[in-house]
């Protein structure tokens, strides 16, 4: 979605140039949400105030609502066929094969010291073991964060944040 | 309020999505196994769904669950709802993000969150994958024959996405032929 999105605003419509979009993905990336979704939002409110930013952001999310709507309108009925819940059930497969590749690339790109390495493996057990929110997980990693790399004498160095991008 | 609920669930979603839309996985995941909203194949099978069209995969879930609990509203509420941080933040913080993104402080929080959310979406994508073969083990308590033909098809999705990048979509479209061939 990132190349569309810089082929219609650099290439076709002029609004921001090549180096505006690329600052707008890194800013976007370290932002809760999709990457998409903010960086239309960013634009839409850079090129027409906070009315720019709501409709692009209506604009980015209209086709994903319209299309699974009409998917998960159909979709009950459509499971009844065996053709369709016999290819389902083929790409179910599929999906635990994708996830678990898109697990251990994330994995490999966040957890590049030993400290990262320790702190994935305790959320993992935490996730896995207990019935804390996630969101409380996420929560202390953040802070763990602040106190080992901002706070503590000899604290560890960071690389360039552009280093550690997913 | 059913709305109410999926305003603020989804909201929270949204808000702790981060680092890109599998973050979302377990953030939803949580919810799933809470509330009941759908059982963990049709997870799965939003999952599939939302791979396969375009559009990130927080939004079609939140858009596929938002129906399936209240209907064409639900399904607005949830997906207005999961990009509402979103767009809060940009609105109220865009001026002084820019600035602090370098910081030694944004960039210590992140270096915190970012391993964390590794190991959380390694445990969602172990109850997918538990989602997606557990049924054959749990049924009736006993034990069905282990069915190869989904762990081939898993395996090979892996390694064609891990080893030689792949495009996901063709994977799953493949996988749905073979599904037809062999079930």
């Known amino acids: 979605m990132l190349p569309m999105i810089e082929k219609e605003v650099v290439e076709r419509r002029g609004w921001a140039s090549a180096e505006e979009i690329m600052d707008i993905f890194a800013l976007s990336q370290s932002l809760p949400g999709a990457i998409a979704i903010n960086s239309s939002i960013f634009l839409g409110y850079r090129l027409a105030g906070v009315t720019g930013a709501v409709v692009a952001a209506a604009g980015v999310v209209m086709p994903s609502l319209l299309i699974i709507l009409g998917i998960a309108v159909f979709f009950t009925s459509l499971k009844e066929n065996r053709a369709v819940s016999a290819a389902f059930t083929g790409i179910r497969a599929a999906v635990a094969g994708l996830i678990a590749a898109a697990a251990l690339r994330i994995t490999r790109a966040s957890c590049r010291s030993w400290i990262a390495f320790a702190l994935a493996l305790l959320s993992l057990l935490i996730n896995l073991f207990t019935d804390i929110h996630a969101v409380w997980v996420i929560l202390c990693g953040g802070l763990i964060g602040i106190v080992i790399h901002y706070y503590l004498p000899g604290r560890v160095k960071l690389r360039k944040s552009g280093d550690e991008k997913p | ?183």
């Open chain 2, 1 to 183: 309020m059913i709305y109410l609920e999926l305003l603020f669930k989804f909201f929270r979603i949204g808000l702790f999505t981060i680092g890109g839309g599998y973050a979302m996985l377990p953030l939803m995941q949580h919810e799933i196994e809470i509330n009941n909203w759908i059982t963990s194949q049709e997870f799965v099978d939003i999952i599939a769904i939302a791979e396969m069209t375009p559009g990130p995969i927080a939004i079609n879930a939140a858009t596929f669950i938002g129906y399936r609990v209240g209907g064409v509203l639900g399904s607005v509420v949830a997906t207005t709802a999961v990009v509402l941080p979103s767009l809060l933040i940009i609105l109220l913080l865009s001026r002084i993000l820019a600035r602090y993104q370098e910081h030694a402080f944004v960039r210590s929080l992140f270096a915190g969150i970012r391993p964390v959310v590794a190991g959380l979406i390694i445990s969602a994508a172990w109850f997918i994958i538990a989602a997606v073969f557990a049924p054959a083990l749990s049924e009736n308590g006993a034990a069905l024959p282990v069915d190869y033909a989904s762990i081939g098809i898993a395996a090979l999705a892996f390694l064609l996405v891990a080893k030689y990048r792949f495009d996901p979509v063709k994977i799953i479209i493949m996988a749905g032929i073979a599904g037809m061939v062999i079930f």
